[in-house]
C-alpha cells in the first residue's frame, strides 16, 4: 500500500471536523472539542504511517560518507582558490605542482565517493506523486492538483499534526466556558487542515490556494474575541500585511508561471537548472518575490508587524500562529522554492533580511512586559534564523530548526497560556512567583526556555548551531557574512537574555507594578490605534484580566505541556552528529546537508555554549541577583517600546494617503453614485404610481383605451406610411 | 353595380355604431350584441375581400370566426348571468368593482 492511498485523508480529516463543527457544533457542545481532537488524532497517526513509508522508500544516506565528501568538496575548493592565486601570482612550480598533484587526487577520489554515498537506492515510485486534472480544458494541462511526499512533506506533515494535536488538546481546558467553543474548534481545526493540505500539495498553485486559506483562519482566529476592539485592528492589520505580502508571491508566481508554463514543484525543479540557466537575473527577481510572501507569512523585517498584534487572539491560537502553522509556512514556501533560488542571487538577501530581523525581534524582545508578546518577537527572530539558515545552503540545518522550533515554541507559548490562565494576567511584572503556585508549567517551561536559549542537550541547541554552522561554512563568499555572524551570534546572546528575563521575573519574583507601566503601555498601544478611553473601558471588561493569586493548570492543559517538554528535548538528538545526523541525511533532498565533521563541530557547540550561558548570567545579575542594574537610555527603550516607529511609519506612509484618497471617493459613492441610483429606483416607483391611476377598473374605460390605441398606431402607420 | 366600396363603407358604418353601443351602453348584454355588430363589421370586411379577390380564404376564416363568436357569446352570456345572480343586475358598473 503506497502513502497515496491514505495520505489525502490527513488533511481531510480535519476539514470534516470543520464542516462538522460549523454546522451543528452547538448542538454537540463540548463534543465539538473532543471530535475535533479524535480527528486529528487519527490524521496523526497517517502522518506517523505516512513517514515511516516514506523512511523506508527513501533513499539512504551514508552519514560518514556524506561527511567525507563535504571535507572532500570544500578541500578542492579551498586549493582550486590557492591555485589560482597562485597561478596569478606567477609563484614557481615546485610550489604548485604538489598542490596541484593533490587537487587532481581529490577530484579523481569525489565520483567514487559521491556513488558510495548513496547507501541505498530510492524504492521505486519516491518520491510519491499523485496528479488528478484540475481547471483543464479542452485537453490543455491546466493546474493539476496532485501530491508529493517526500521526506520534507512527511516530516512537516507530522510536526504539523501532533503539534496542532496537542495544541487543540490544550484547547479544551483553555477554552472552556468560552461562548463561541465549537467555532473556535471549528477554526483551529481547519488552521491545521490548510496547514497539512498545503506541505503535501505538488503545485505551488495549491500551496498558494492552502496559504491563502491559512491567511483566512488565522484572521478569524486573531480576531476570535471579536467584540474587542483592539483584536478587531489586530485581525485586519493580520489579514492587510500578509495580503500585501501575498502580493509579492503571485507576481513570483505568475512570473513563474510565465516562464516555464507549471507551477508543478516536481517539473519545476527539474527544469530550473536548464531553463533559468544564464537568466540569474529572472531567477534572482522571482526569488525575491517569493521571498516577500514568505516575509509576510513568516514576520520577517520589515513586515514583522502583525505579529505582534495578532495576540490579541486566544493563547492556543499565538501557539498555532507561532509553532506548527503559518509562520512554518514561509520557511516552507523558501525550502521548496530552492531549486530556483539557486539560480539567482536572492539568497544572500534572505539571508541578511534574516540575520537582522533575528538581531532586531531578540532587541525588542526585551522591551516589553508582556509574556505572550516577548515569545511573538521570540518567534520572529527564531524564524529570522531559519531564513538565515536558508540563504546560506543550511537547507536542512533550516528544516532541523522549523522542526524543533515548533516544538518548544508551542511549549512555551502554551506555557504562557497555562501562566495567563493561572494568574489572569498577561505582564510577567504581574505576577506572583508563579513557581510556587505552579510546579508543572515551571518545569515545562524551563525546558522549552532552555530550548529556546539552545543549552546542550535541548532541541533547540542542535538545530541553531546547525545554521550557525552553515553560515561559517558561507563565509569568505564575499556577501559580507563575516558581520552577519556576530550579528547571529550576538541574537543568540540577546534570547538568552529575554528567556530568562521572562523566566525570572515571571515564575521567580513577586509581582510588582511593571517599570514601563503595562497598562500604560496598553494605553498607548490603544491609542495608536485611535481608541477611544470608552473603547479602551469597553476593551478592559472584554479582556477580564485582572491578577488573582495564581493556581495551576488542568490535566488538559499540562498533558500536552508535559508532551511538547519531551519533544522539545529529546527532538533535537534527531539531528545531532551524535547520532549520524539522521534527520539532516533523511531530508537531504540534493541540497548540501551541512555534515561537518564532529572534530569541527566543537568550536561550535563551545562557542555556541559560552554565549548562551553568557547571556543566561547577564540576564540573572540583572534581573535575577539584581547585582548589576543597567538602566537602558531613554530614547532606546521608547524606540524599542514604539517598536522602532514602524507602525507609525506604515500609517503615514501607506494608511493616511489611503484614507485621503478614500475621502473624495466616499464623497462621490454617497452623494453622486447613492443618490443616482436611488432617483432610478424612485423616478420608476413614481411612474408606477401613475400607471396604476390607469387601472381603474372601469371597463369602458379599457375599451375606450383600446380604441383609442387603435386609432393611435392607424395614425402612426399611415404617417410612416406603411401599408400592406 | 355594387363594389368593394359600398361593403367596405357597410362595414364601417356597422363597425362605428357598435363601437358607439359598446362605449355608452351599461347593459352588460347591450354591451356584448355591440361588441358582436363590432365583429360582424369585421366579417363583413373579410368576405368583401375574399369575394372581390377571388380568395377563398377569406370565406373559411370567416366561418371560424363564426364559430368562435359563438363561444364567446356562451362564455359571455354565462359570465353575466353569473354577475346578475350575484349582484341583482348586470351593468358595467358591477364590472368594475370586481377589482377590489
Given at each position: 500500500m503506497t502513502p497515496l492511498s491514505y495520505a489525502w485523508l490527513i488533511p481531510l480529516l480535519p476539514a470534516l471536523a470543520f464542516a462538522i463543527n460549523i454546522l451543528c457544533g452547538y448542538r454537540l457542545g463540548k463534543r465539538a472539542a473532543w471530535l475535533s481532537v479524535a480527528l486529528l488524532a487519527l490524521s496523526t497517526l497517517l502522518a506517523v504511517a505516512l513517514l515511516i513509508q516514506v523512511r523506508q522508500a527513501a533513499p539512504v544516506w551514508d552519514n560518514a560518507g556524506l561527511v567525507r565528501m563535504a571535507e572532500v568538496e570544500g578541500r578542492v575548493a579551498a586549493l582550486q582558490g590557492e591555485l589560482t592565486e597562485l597561478r596569478r601570482l606567477g609563484a614557481e612550480a615546485a610550489v604548485i605542482q604538489p598542490l596541484a598533484r593533490e587537487l587532481a587526487t581529490l577530484e579523481a577520489e569525489l565520483p567514487t565517493l559521491a556513488a558510495a554515498v548513496l547507501e541505498r537506492e530510492a524504492a521505486p515510485g519516491f518520491p510519491f506523486v499523485s496528479e488528478l486534472a484540475w481547471l483543464s480544458i479542452?485537453?490543455?494541462?491546466?493546474?493539476?492538483?496532485?501530491?508529493?511526499?517526500?521526506?520534507?512533506?512527511?516530516?512537516l506533515v507530522l510536526m504539523v499534526a501532533l503539534v496542532s494535536l496537542l495544541i487543540h488538546l490544550f484547547s479544551i481546558g483553555y477554552m472552556e466556558g468560552e461562548a463561541r467553543f465549537p467555532t473556535f474548534f471549528a477554526y483551529l481545526s481547519l488552521f491545521s487542515a490548510a496547514m497539512l493540505a498545503m506541505v503535501m500539495s505538488r503545485n505551488l498553485f495549491h500551496i498558494l490556494l492552502f496559504w491563502e486559506l491559512m491567511g483566512v483562519m488565522s484572521y478569524l482566529l486573531i480576531g476570535f474575541y471579536y467584540r474587542k476592539i483592539a483584536a478587531q485592528q489586530a485581525m485586519k492589520k493580520a489579514f492587510l500585511v500578509t495580503k500585501l505580502a501575498d502580493l509579492g508571491l503571485l507576481i513570483g508566481l505568475f512570473w513563474l508561471y510565465r516562464h516555464f508554463g507549471t507551477l508543478d514543484l516536481v517539473r519545476l525543479s527539474e527544469l530550473a537548472p536548464s531553463l533559468l540557466a544564464g537568466a540569474s537575473g529572472v531567477a534572482t527577481a522571482i526569488g525575491l518575490l517569493l521571498f516577500v510572501g514568505a516575509m509576510g507569512k513568516s514576520a520577517q523585517f520589515p513586515l514583522h508587524v502583525w505579529l505582534l498584534d495578532a495576540m490579541e487572539g486566544p493563547t492556543p491560537v499565538s501557539a498555532m500562529i507561532h509553532a506548527a502553522t503559518m509562520v512554518a509556512a514561509g520557511v516552507y514556501l523558501i525550502a521548496r522554492a530552492t531549486p530556483i533560488l539557486v539560480m539567482g542571487e536572492?539568497?544572500?538577501?534572505?539571508?541578511?533580511?534574516?540575520?537582522?530581523?533575528?538581531?532586531?525581534?531578540?532587541?525588542?524582545?526585551?522591551?516589553?512586559?508582556?509574556?505572550?508578546k516577548i515569545l511573538a518577537w521570540s518567534t520572529a527572530s527564531q524564524l529570522g534564523l531559519m531564513f538565515l539558515g536558508l540563504g546560506v545552503f543550511g537547507w536542512a540545518a533550516a528544516v532541523f530548526h522549523l522542526v524543533t522550533h515548533a516544538f518548544f515554541k508551542a511549549?512555551?507559548?502554551?506555557?504562557?497560556?497555562?501562566?495567563?490562565?493561572?494568574?489572569?494576567?498577561?505582564?510577567?511584572?504581574?505576577?506572583?512567583?508563579?513557581?510556587?503556585?505552579?510546579?508543572?508549567?515551571?518545569?515545562?517551561?524551563?525546558?522549552?526556555?532552555?530550548s529556546l536559549i539552545g543549552v546542550v542537550p535541548f532541541a533547540g541547541f542542535w538545530s541553531k548551531d546547525k545554521i550557525l554552522l552553515a553560515l561559517k561554512d558561507a563565509l569568505g563568499t564575499g556577501y559580507g557574512y563575516e558581520l552577519l555572524l556576530v550579528l547571529a551570534y550576538l541574537a543568540v546572546f540577546l534570547t538568552a537574555l529575554y528567556t530568562t528575563r521572562l523566566y525570572l521575573i515571571a515564575f521567580e519574583q513577586p509581582s510588582r507594578p511593571s517599570p514601563w507601566r503595562a497598562a500604560a503601555w496598553h494605553q498607548g498601544a490603544l491609542a495608536e490605534l485611535n481608541m477611544s478611553a470608552k473603547e479602551v473601558e469597553h476593551d478592559k471588561r472584554l479582556s477580564h484580566s485582572h491578577p488573582h493569586p495564581p493556581h495551576e493548570s488542568g490535566w488538559q492543559m499540562l498533558t500536552p505541556l508535559w508532551l511538547l517538554a519531551v519533544g522539545a528535548t529529546v527532538l533535537g538528538l534527531l539531528g545531532s552528529p551524535l547520532l549520524g545526523n539522521p534527520l539532516q541525511t533523511f531530508v537531504y533532498y540534493g541540497a548540501k546537508p551541512y555534515l561537518a565533521p564532529l572534530s569541527k563541530q566543537w568550536l561550535g557547540f563551545v562557542l555556541g555554549t559560552a554565549v548562551a550561558l553568557a547571556g543566561i548570567t547577564v540576564a540573572w545579575l540583572l534581573y535575577g541577583s539584581q547585582q548589576l542594574s543597567l538602566r537602558a537610555p531613554e530614547p532606546l527603550t521608547r524606540l524599542l517600546q514604539k517598536r522602532l516607529y514602524l507602525d507609525q511609519l506604515y500609517y503615514r506612509l501607506l494608511a493616511d494617503p489611503a484614507t485621503r484618497l478614500a475621502q473624495p471617493l466616499a464623497w462621490f459613492d454617497l452623494k453622486v453614485l447613492e443618490r443616482g441610483v436611488k432617483g432610478v429606483a424612485n423616478s420608476i416607483s413614481l411612474l408606477a404610481r401613475l400607471l396604476t391611476l390607469w387601472q381603474s377598473g372601469y371597463v369602458r374605460l379599457y375599451a375606450l383605451s383600446i380604441l383609442l390605441g387603435t386609432v393611435a398606431l392607424v395614425l402612426l402607420l399611415a404617417i410612416l406610411g406603411v401599408n400592406a | 353595380m355594387l363594389t368593394l366600396s359600398h361593403f367596405l363603407a357597410l362595414a364601417a358604418?356597422?363597425?362605428?355604431?357598435?363601437?358607439?353601443?359598446?362605449?355608452?351602453?351599461?347593459?352588460?348584454?347591450?354591451?356584448?350584441?355591440?361588441?358582436?355588430?363590432?365583429?360582424?363589421?369585421?366579417?363583413?370586411?373579410?368576405?368583401?375581400?375574399?369575394?372581390?379577390?377571388?380568395?377563398?380564404?377569406?370565406?373559411?376564416l370567416a366561418l371560424f370566426a363564426v364559430a368562435i363568436i359563438a363561444a364567446k357569446v356562451a362564455i359571455g352570456l354565462s359570465l353575466f348571468l353569473n354577475v346578475f345572480r350575484h349582484n341583482g343586475r348586470a351593468t358595467v358598473e358591477v364590472l368594475s368593482r370586481m377589482k377590489q
Open positions: 479542452g485537453g490543455q494541462e491546466g493546474i493539476p492538483f496532485g501530491l508529493l511526499l517526500d521526506p520534507l512533506a512527511a516530516l536572492a539568497l544572500p538577501v534572505i539571508a541578511w533580511v534574516g540575520g537582522l530581523t533575528a538581531l532586531l525581534a531578540a532587541l525588542l524582545a526585551l522591551a516589553f512586559t508582556d509574556v505572550k511549549l512555551l507559548f502554551l506555557g504562557s497560556g497555562s501562566m495567563i490562565h493561572g494568574s489572569g494576567t498577561q505582564d510577567i511584572f504581574e505576577m506572583d512567583r508563579l513557581k510556587r503556585a505552579m510546579p508543572a508549567t515551571r518545569a515545562t517551561f524551563i525546558i522549552g526556555a532552555l | 358604418v356597422l363597425f362605428a355604431i357598435g363601437l358607439y353601443g359598446a362605449l355608452t351602453r351599461r347593459n352588460l348584454v347591450a354591451v356584448l350584441i355591440s361588441v358582436d355588430i363590432m365583429l360582424n363589421a369585421v366579417l363583413i370586411n373579410l368576405i368583401a375581400f375574399a369575394r372581390f379577390t377571388d380568395n377563398v380564404q377569406g370565406d373559411l
